[in-house]
């Protein structure tokens, strides 16, 4: 990623911080941790339901079981 994309990235969730659309959890100079909202769903799907990252849990999940976990 270019230094200028992490720059707007960066501005965009510090905007929907401040309108109370995220929650930080932690940031250092290289790290930004947050809660999972929505706008995660596509990326934490394809993780969720890739059988080779889930073959240590019980298995991919579905889309139920991703919203579910999303929601939690």
Known sequence: ???RFL???R???MADLLRGR???IL???RLYLREM???DYE???RMLQDEDVMYAYNGAF???ETQEWLDR
């Open 1 to 3: 990623m270019s230094k």
């Open 22 to 24: 995220r929650k930080m």
């Open 62 to 64: 579905n889309d139920e």
């Open 37 to 39: 909202n929505q706008s």
């Open 27 to 29: 940031e250092t100079e």
């Open 11 to 13: 501005t965009r969730i």
């Open 43 to 45: 990326a934490l799907s």
């Open 7 to 9: 720059k707007v990235e």
